[in-house]
């Protein structure tokens, strides 16, 4: 069974909009992880955020976690073409084992 | 993808035949892992190991088999191949706080 559900499935925007998908887990968790796919490819691990954060930022990438609503979000701003791909978020709740949601697909038009 | 190759990329086989896919990498982790992707399913754990011939299963295990006789290969085999097993696979390698994966193998059943 999927630990993180994502929202929205699919995602169109225009260039320079931000961008904001919704993950929601079901269990406690260690740590939320972020990873983007291009089609075609694997998954490139974006941003993590530990249980006890609420925050964190790496350029064009805010992730916020709420424990106590079990969710988080990741939020792309000024997004580019070149965003355009597929997002995952994955909770680690127990040893090195992830489980991932299903994914929302971001398309950025030029 | 660094570090991290599968073979073959593609492969189309028959209902009932045994296949294997290949899993190499070059970091020297300790963890590996296969997940198969699925539309609408994210990326599910099939096995994982967590050192040479330690092996454990995942969520969706059923019909798969794995062997780690080497740090750096990691074989995922379906003993008999069925249409449902039609899938893209990706092995991944880390640990609780990032993974990382292949390009993926896509597998046809037919």
């Known amino acids: 069974s999927q630990q993180g559900e994502e929202d929205p499935q699919a995602l169109s925007i225009q260039e320079g909009e931000n961008a904001t998908m919704n993950c929601s887990y079901k269990t406690s968790i260690n740590n939320l992880q972020w990873y983007r796919q291009n089609s075609g490819r694997g998954l490139v691990h974006l941003i993590l955020?530990?249980?006890?954060?609420r925050e964190k930022h790496s350029g064009r990438l805010r992730v916020t976690l709420d424990t106590s609503k079990k969710s988080s979000s990741l939020l792309i701003t000024a997004s580019r073409a070149a965003d355009t791909a597929s997002y995952f978020c994955?909770?680690?709740?127990?040893?090195?084992?992830?489980?991932f949601g299903g994914g929302t697909r971001l398309m950025v038009k030029p | 993808d660094a570090g991290i190759t599968q073979s073959p990329r593609h492969k189309v086989t028959e209902t009932g035949t045994p296949v294997t896919l290949r899993c190499h990498q070059t970091?020297?982790?300790?963890?590996m892992y296969w997940y198969r992707q699925d539309p609408g399913h994210g990326l599910r754990l099939i096995h994982y190991?967590?050192?040479?011939?330690?092996?454990d299963k995942g969520e969706v295990s059923d019909g798969y088999s794995v062997s780690r006789s080497k740090t750096e290969d990691f074989l995922l085999t379906l003993e008999s191949a069925t249409s449902s097993q039609t899938s893209v696979y990706f092995c991944?390698?880390?640990?609780?706080?990032?993974?990382?994966f292949g390009p993926g193998t896509r597998l046809t059943v037919t």
């Open positions: 994955a909770t680690n709740n127990a040893g090195n084992m992830l489980t």
């Open positions: 955020i530990r249980s006890n954060e």
């Open positions: 970091e020297n982790h300790r963890y």
């Open positions: 991944a390698t880390g640990q609780s706080h990032e993974q990382y």
């Open positions: 190991s967590y050192g040479v011939k330690d092996t």
